[in-house]
């Protein structure tokens, strides 16, 4: 008997071609122990539900004003406001909205359903050399279903990828790691001090864990297998974030941990070009966010930090940049 | 005589196998495609004469105001200078085959003949039937159809059939011929004076064809004997040769079937409908094995012949692949030949390849990295399996079923042998769920199971119209237009004295049917079940009324119904919906029989009707009156949030073997493939398990849309000349559509990732 497990989802992505190996679908977790200024997916940010609301789908029709029944919820020309100290998160508001402008920002999901959910393009993984990846959020923050979910997955062939900031506790590590193909792992800054500024910690766990990953691979024989069969890979991943972690220093101290202590056992390191995109989320959150106004990184400035990767001794057909780059002329 | 208006640079430009060095900076457009093949010299000119035919207009279909698109075989030189002599016109019109056959003869007759400089293959044609020849239905078929519009049910029969070509191949003119005077003479003897009259028209048809290919042997020989170039010369000798023998007698080289097989199209074209042509592999296997095994063709030559047959004809419906008599993979190395031929000069075509889990590898995966360098949905992917399934399940055994072949848009049928008025007939699917609608509010309808069964009842009325319409249609098609040169390579007609339209002329005359909706009709029966049914937040009444007035002062309702699931998301509960309707139409249809007592058959498919929706009004699937309908099979623009698998999931579940035909129209962009290589592999992967899951088609187009945005309003932007996409069941060149297509075309760009 598997246990009645269930987790917080912000969003189910089919058909990733860029969260590990092959054609996958990537299941975005809610909660995170980290407060990155550039994050991503903010409304994955709080393990704790809550509701956002989208003004491209609102029709202004004041439905879920009314539906509210503690009066947190008013508007103005700039759109629909919450007052976050009223609210009690009860969803009449979500109910009342007739074109799903007003939603949650997570969503329940049993094991089971999850389970079967992914499965549906299990014949697309195969064909494509994929499987189903979880990402965040931190998905070490929902570690027993994460574990559980790998293991279901593991029995149904399907290949499974962590995609993982590192923030965790070891116990949460060891609980998934077992039923994991391929480890996503973010490295965002070496510095400790810097990564306090930039993300709201310090990296020691993370490197620990990082570290912990490594032994993991070693004493299962990179390359061979671990215990139940299965080899474990390990892709490192640096976002790359305009004066935060895409500086010169931070890419070259990154490159030499990678180097020093890693050479054995990462097969990829991605640079992740920034973008803008999820500003929307910013907007629905009824945030502002530091990053909105940044431009796409442009050719030149990444060719200087692959340099310095490869400088330091990273191996060239290890090293991938991904992600959108300005065009030459803009 | 009319000759082509050319650019004077190209045309006098040298003959082919020496450099010209001037051809570049006139030559405005490029293929901008990583390159497999070097075009020649001599296919750069010709393939610049092609593209400036298209461009300029002079390959337009359909009108100047309302174009719709570049792919005409014929070439406009203005109106037929002996209308007034044409025997209809001249000595009174008769509704008969013979009258017909006739009338095409003189056409034909008076064609000229256009033999350019650098061609090997030679042949054009500037009129149609249709420009000549009346057309019209009495007034009693017309009343019937008008009833039936009014139900739903609509389309006149106008040829869409595929001949089988291996007649001729094999028989040559000259044996086509022996074969009708015979079976007149029988007729004749046993005074059967109908069936003797139409073989009469049949063999005035073929005496002119022959008379067409031997006028262009005289005209090469003409040309050869006034030449001074050595190229030149000896290449219109051989025209003339090839001309010659190929005019009554069964080609006996590579070239000699090429051309004849131009000839053979090129006449078909004259009739003036969309027919597909057949599998261009097997037919030209035997001889591309003998020249080659004489010695007497490269492998650039193979290509370079076919390159040039494309350019003329506009593409045209080719299959490749497929299985043989033994299901065994019927690919061979024509089947590579004509692929290369395509990815040699790119621009228009309709090459299908029919896929099947034994396929030739290294063949599917040329298929998909054509397919994907070029990125204009050429070849299109079919699921041969299923295609020949279906032919089955409606009867057709197994010794005839093997032969199914991709014939025009997304329907197929066996070569000579099928006469089914493939997609021009329809059933327009919202005029039932309306009628549903009214009816179940009339009757107090309270729960989704008996609205469906309403639904079934409204219909197998339209159903019933369309039966009545199309029969009262087929007592007189025969005689008003048959398709008598499509005849003479058909199984039957000659022996029978029957034209293939009419009633049993070839052994297959199934009536197909395209349907357009479902997917609209689906999201609309799922909302109508949870928002009236089972949450009964609204009325059946005020679902009518709102969508009678286009939701006017209903947006929260409108945005209520939008926002329940939709098809195409991979969603059972909204899949089985989908399904159900399919169901019932191939249950109703297939229960069915038209005059030939053969039995209707749905297709999941229509060509254009989505981007006329003026007249069909708002719809409970949250649809305002002026947007699209959904294309085909595909969920309706916008409604696809989940991704391409997801869509390719909820299409899968539909049952092709019943159907004639629903194809995945699929458009991405560029970016879809950031950073990926060998994009091919994905397109292959991607059919392949799509096709296993049941998907039976594909179109795939990857275009910029950025790039589409603005050659809408920079049609004369030389970087735009080019661009061919996928419309709906047939390929055309971008700024050569009218706008409204450009636009649904441009807006249905929707999927961001797999």
């Known amino acids: 008997m598997y246990e009645a497990l269930s987790c917080q989802v912000i969003e189910i992505s089919r058909g990733t071609m860029h969260d590990g190996p092959g054609l996958r679908t990537t299941v975005f977790l809610k909660g995170c122990p980290l407060r990155c200024l550039w994050c991503q997916n903010p409304e994955g940010m709080s393990a704790a539900q809550g509701v956002w609301w989208e003004e491209r789908k609102c029709i202004r029709c004041l439905a879920c004003v009314e539906a509210c029944p503690s009066g947190a919820l008013w508007d103005n020309e700039t759109g629909i406001h919450r007052d976050r100290g009223k609210c009690t998160l009860c969803g009449a508001c979500v109910e009342a909205c007739p074109s799903q402008a007003m939603t949650f920002t997570g969503q329940e999901w049993s094991l089971d359903d999850l389970v079967r959910a992914v499965l549906k393009d299990r014949d697309y993984y195969e064909a494509f050399g994929g499987g189903v990846t979880v990402s965040g959020g931190e998905p070490l923050s929902q570690h027993r279903f994460v574990g559980q979910f790998f293991r279901r997955l593991r029995e149904a062939g399907v290949h499974t990828a962590l995609d993982t900031c590192g923030s965790a506790p070891a116990a949460a590590l060891d609980a998934v790691l077992p039923y994991t193909d391929h480890v996503l792992f973010d490295i965002k800054i070496l510095d400790p001090a810097l990564h306090q500024q930039f993300t709201g910690q310090s990296n020691g766990v993370i490197l620990q864990n990082l570290m912990a990953v490594a032994e993991t691979m070693r004493q299962n024989h990179w390359g061979r297998t671990l215990s139940e069969g299965h080899a474990l890979r390990l892709w490192i991943r640096t976002p790359l974030i305009p004066d935060a972690t895409a500086t010169v220093d931070n890419i070259a101290a990154i490159a030499r941990f990678i180097h020093q202590n890693l050479r054995d056992v990462v097969e990829r390191w991605e640079l992740c070009a920034f973008n803008s995109a999820c500003k929307r989320k910013y907007d629905k959150l009824g945030l502002t966010w530091t990053y909105e106004d940044y431009p796409l990184m442009d050719q030149h400035s990444i060719d200087a930090l692959e340099r310095v990767a490869l400088a330091a001794g990273i191996p060239r057909e290890k090293l991938v940049v991904s992600g959108l780059v300005a065009k030459a002329s803009a | 005589m009319g000759t082509v208006l050319l650019d004077e640079r190209?045309?006098?430009?040298?003959?082919?196998?020496?450099?010209?060095?001037?051809?570049?900076?006139?030559?405005?457009?490029?293929?901008?495609?990583?390159?497999?093949?070097?075009?020649?010299?001599?296919?750069?000119?010709?393939?610049?004469?092609?593209?400036?035919?298209?461009?300029?207009?002079?390959?337009?279909?359909?009108?100047?105001?309302?174009?719709?698109?570049?792919?005409?075989?014929?070439?406009?030189?203005?109106?037929?200078?002996?209308?007034?002599?044409?025997?209809?016109?001249?000595?009174?019109?008769?509704?008969?085959?013979?009258?017909?056959?006739?009338?095409?003869?003189?056409?034909?007759?008076?064609?000229?003949?256009?033999?350019?400089?650098?061609?090997?293959?030679?042949?054009?044609?500037?009129?149609?039937?249709?420009?000549?020849?009346?057309?019209?239905?009495?007034?009693?078929?017309?009343?019937?159809?008008?009833?039936?519009?009014?139900?739903?049910?609509?389309?006149?029969?106008?040829?869409?059939?595929?001949?089988?070509?291996?007649?001729?191949?094999?028989?040559?003119?000259?044996?086509?011929?022996?074969?009708?005077?015979?079976?007149?003479?029988?007729?004749?003897?046993?005074?059967?004076?109908?069936?003797?009259?139409?073989?009469?028209?049949?063999?005035?048809?073929?005496?002119?064809?022959?008379?067409?290919?031997?006028?262009?042997?005289?005209?090469?020989?003409?040309?050869?004997?006034?030449?001074?170039?050595?190229?030149?010369?000896?290449?219109?000798?051989?025209?003339?040769?090839?001309?010659?023998?190929?005019?009554?007698?069964?080609?006996?080289?590579?070239?000699?079937?090429?051309?004849?097989?131009?000839?053979?199209?090129?006449?078909?074209?004259?009739?003036?409908?969309?027919?597909?042509?057949?599998?261009?592999?097997?037919?030209?296997?035997?001889?591309?094995?003998?020249?080659?095994?004489?010695?007497?063709?490269?492998?650039?030559?193979?290509?370079?012949?076919?390159?040039?047959?494309?350019?003329?004809?506009?593409?045209?419906?080719?299959?490749?692949?497929?299985?043989?008599?033994?299901?065994?993979?019927?690919?061979?190395?024509?089947?590579?030949?004509?692929?290369?031929?395509?990815?040699?000069?790119?621009?228009?075509?309709?090459?299908?390849?029919?896929?099947?889990?034994?396929?030739?590898?290294?063949?599917?995966?040329?298929?998909?990295?054509?397919?994907?360098?070029?990125?204009e949905s050429i070849p299109v992917l079919v699921n041969y399996d299923l295609m020949r399934e279906a032919e089955l399940r409606s009867g057709v055994p197994e010794e005839d079923a093997w032969k199914v072949v991709y014939s025009g848009c997304q329907w197929f049928c066996i070569p000579g042998k099928e006469f089914c008025d493939q997609d021009v007939n329809s059933i327009n699917l919202i005029s039932p769920m309306k009628r549903t609608i009214a009816a179940a509010i009339d009757r107090g309808i309270t729960d989704f199971e008996s609205f469906y069964a309403l639904f079934d009842e409204e219909l197998t009325l339209t159903a019933r119209a369309l039966r009545e319409w199309k029969n009262s249609q087929y007592e007189l098609l025969g005689s008003l237009w048959p398709e008598m040169y499509t005849s003479m390579n058909s199984h039957g007609p000659i022996e029978r004295g029957i034209d293939m339209v009419d009633n049993r002329g070839v052994d297959y005359q199934y009536t197909s049917v395209n349907i357009l909706g479902i997917p609209n009709v689906a999201d609309a029966f799922h909302a109508i079940r949870k928002l009236v049914f089972e949450e009964q937040r609204y009325t059946l009444a005020e679902v009518k009324e709102a969508t009678e007035t286009n939701w006017a002062g209903r947006e929260p309702m409108r945005q209520r119904f939008l926002n329940q699931g939709k098809f195409g998301n991979d969603l059972d509960e909204v899949d089985a919906v989908f399904v159900r309707i399919t169901e019932s139409l191939a249950r109703i249809l297939g229960s069915m029989v038209n005059l030939r007592g053969q039995e209707f058959r749905a297709s999941l498919f229509h060509f254009q009707g989505h981007v006329t929706p003026d007249a069909i009004g708002a719809t409970p699937d949250g649809r305002l009156a002026h947007e699209y309908l959904a294309h085909g099979i595909n969920p309706q623009v916008g409604r696809a949030t989940e991704g391409l698998l997801a869509t390719a999931n909820s299409i899968a579940k539909v049952d092709q073997r019943k159907f004639q035909g629903g194809t995945m129209q699929i458009e991405l962009q560029p970016r879809f493939f950031d950073g990926k290589e060998e994009i091919w592999k994905y397109v292959r992967d991607f059919t392949e398990v799509f096709f296993k899951k049941g998907g039976i088609q594909v179109n795939l187009n990857i275009m910029d849309l950025k790039k589409l945005q603005d050659a809408m309003d920079h049609p004369e932007n030389p970087d735009y000349q080019n661009i061919i996409v996928r419309v709906t069941g047939y390929a055309s060149r971008f700024i050569c559509l009218p706008r409204s297509y450009q636009k649904e075309f441009v807006e249905r760009m929707n999927y961001e990732g797999f």
């Open chain 2, 10 to 375: 190209v045309a006098d430009t040298a003959p082919g196998g020496r450099p010209i060095a001037d051809l570049a900076p006139h030559s405005g457009v490029v293929m901008k495609v990583p390159p497999k093949f070097v075009q020649s010299p001599r296919i750069q000119i010709l393939a610049q004469r092609s593209r400036e035919l298209a461009i300029s207009g002079k390959r337009r279909l359909g009108t100047e105001d309302m174009p719709l698109g570049d792919h005409a075989c014929w070439i406009h030189i203005g109106p037929f200078p002996q209308l007034d002599e044409l025997p209809s016109r001249a000595n009174g019109y008769e509704a008969t085959g013979e009258s017909w056959g006739r009338d095409y003869a003189f056409l034909v007759d008076h064609f000229p003949v256009d033999i350019h400089r650098d061609e090997r293959i030679v042949g054009e044609i500037h009129w149609e039937m249709h420009m000549v020849r009346q057309y019209v239905w009495p007034d009693s078929v017309r009343e019937v159809g008008k009833w039936a519009a009014e139900l739903g049910a609509s389309g006149y029969s106008s040829g869409h059939t595929c001949p089988d070509l291996a007649i001729g191949l094999s028989q040559g003119w000259g044996g086509i011929l022996e074969r009708i005077k015979e079976s007149r003479e029988k007729y004749v003897r046993l005074d059967n004076q109908p069936k003797a009259s139409y073989l009469y028209g049949l063999q005035m048809i073929c005496e002119s064809v022959i008379g067409f290919i031997q006028r262009h042997a005289e005209k090469a020989l003409e040309l050869a004997q006034a030449e001074t170039d050595p190229w030149q010369k000896q290449t219109y000798q051989r025209i003339a040769e090839c001309c010659a023998h190929i005019a009554v007698n069964a080609p006996r080289t590579y070239y000699e079937g090429v051309q004849w097989i131009h000839f053979a199209v090129i006449m078909d074209r004259v009739v003036g409908h969309g027919n597909g042509y057949g599998r261009l592999d097997l037919y030209l296997i035997d001889l591309y094995r003998k020249s080659r095994a004489a010695g007497e063709l490269s492998d650039e030559e193979a290509r370079e012949y076919l390159s040039e047959m494309f350019l003329k004809l506009r593409g045209q419906f080719f299959s490749l692949g497929g299985r043989d008599a033994e299901l065994k993979d019927a690919t061979n190395e024509m089947s590579f030949v004509v692929l290369e031929a395509y990815d040699l000069i790119g621009d228009y075509n309709n090459l299908g390849v029919m896929w099947h889990p034994g396929i030739n590898r290294d063949f599917y995966n040329y298929a998909c990295d054509v397919l994907a360098r070029h990125g």
